[in-house]
């Protein structure tokens, strides 16, 4: 069961609603679960039309979140509004 332990370093998570392949609800919870345990985590949820589509869809967003780590730039969390 993802998130049962909280990750050291700061996490960005994307899922997609509509995936087939990776249930949301279980990213979802995990993510909160994350939360619950201290870990810093941006969870973002995208809608697009299939798990191979959202895969291609994520990817600027997370060279984006590594690039600004490498920055030296503080890991965005929206723990508790998602």
Same mark, same amino acid.
């Given at each position: 069961?993802?998130?049962?332990?909280?990750?050291?370093?700061?996490?960005?998570?994307?899922?997609?609603?509509?995936?087939?392949?990776?249930?949301?609800?279980?990213?979802?919870?995990?993510?909160?679960?994350?939360?619950?345990?201290?870990?810093?985590?941006?969870?973002?949820? /995208?809608?697009?039309?299939?798990?191979?589509?959202?895969?291609?869809?994520?990817?600027? /967003?997370? /060279?984006?979140?590594?690039?600004?780590?490498?920055?030296? /730039?503080?890991?965005?969390?929206?723990?508790?509004?998602?």
């Amino acid at each position: 069961m993802l998130g049962l332990v909280a990750p050291a370093a700061p996490v960005y998570v994307v899922h997609f609603q509509l995936d087939e392949i990776a249930p949301y609800q279980g990213g979802h919870d995990g993510a909160v679960r994350w939360c619950n345990h201290g870990a810093t985590v941006q969870f973002d949820t /995208l809608v697009v039309p299939s798990h191979a589509a959202s895969a291609v869809a994520a990817i600027p /967003l997370a /060279l984006t979140y590594i690039k600004n780590r490498f920055a030296g /730039l503080p890991a965005p969390y929206n723990c508790g509004s998602f």
